[in-house]
């Protein structure tokens, strides 16, 4: 059974091509449910968890504050999703995951970094062992890195369709659309080379890279779909 991993750039469709995937395929479509059962094994609650992929590289003055919590809350929203910000989770917001009994963590740099890798790296294989199943973002590409029958893809766009993206998901001004985009590909490119030593634009960490400019998320999904099912036979 087909396995595939997403990853890309905010704003590029990343979520919606998995979701045309995971239809084509007749597969689950996985991305915030591991962000809540990593939140549940850590022992925190899911924002602290989503902030822990975007947290910040940069001095954390006021304009900084200000991205890094439209970050965590389109982490959060279900206002479209993204590889690393899936939609929909506002349920699981500030619940305890470990303990009636004890505190969650609830900012993310009190999350450990190994325990976070561990327990994410744990969930994401046993997706994939189960199989037949679509991960969407949580840097499934590399924790898979070399496991047989699995697709890896990375989706990306142009700047300024991306930045309009955003606009119209976070309603958000041009200047500080692009903002938001800048410092999430910051964000998404600390994350990447802290935990796994890669370059998030290192096209060998992908069997396909997809420019969505130009296509349809049907058709491209109709392509994935197609490279998952050869790569399975």
């Known amino acids: 059974m087909a396995v595939v991993t997403l990853n890309g750039q905010i704003g590029s469709g990343g979520p919606e091509v998995g979701l045309q995937v995971a239809h084509y395929l007749h597969a689950d479509y996985v991305d915030r449910l591991i962000l809540a059962e990593a939140a549940k094994r850590i022992g925190a609650t899911v924002q602290a968890v989503a902030g822990k992929e975007s947290?910040?590289?940069?001095?954390?003055?006021?304009?900084?504050?200000?991205?890094q919590n439209v970050l965590e809350r389109s982490a959060m929203s279900g206002a479209g999703g993204e590889p690393y910000f899936g939609p929909g989770v506002d349920v699981l917001l500030s619940r305890d995951y470990y303990s009636e009994d004890a505190e969650p963590i609830t900012l993310a740099h009190e999350v450990d970094d190994d325990k976070y890798i561990e327990v994410t790296t744990t969930v994401i294989q046993n997706l994939a062992r189960e199989g037949n199943v679509v991960i969407v973002?949580?840097?499934?590409?590399?924790?898979?890195?070399?496991?047989?029958?699995?697709?890896?893809?990375?989706?990306v766009a142009p700047l300024e369709h991306r930045i309009h993206t955003i606009m119209d998901r976070e309603h958000l001004e041009y200047d500080d659309a692009m903002t938001f985009v800048e410092e999430h590909e910051r964000a998404r490119k600390a994350f990447f080379s802290k935990f796994f030593d890669?370059?998030?634009?290192?096209?060998?960490?992908?069997?396909?890279?997809?420019?969505?400019?130009?296509?349809?998320?049907?058709?491209?999904?109709?392509?994935?779909?197609?490279?998952?099912?050869?790569?399975?036979?």
Request: no cysteine; net charge negative.
């Open 55 to 67: 947290e910040l590289t940069r001095r954390r003055d006021r304009l900084g504050r200000f991205f």
């Open 137 to 155: 973002g949580r840097a499934g590409n590399l924790i898979l890195k070399g496991e047989p029958g699995v697709l890896h893809v990375g989706t």
């Open 198 to 233: 890669v370059d998030t634009d290192d096209p060998n960490i992908y069997h396909m890279i997809i420019n969505m400019a130009d296509l349809k998320v049907e058709t491209a999904g109709e392509m994935i779909a197609h490279a998952a099912q050869d790569l399975t036979h």
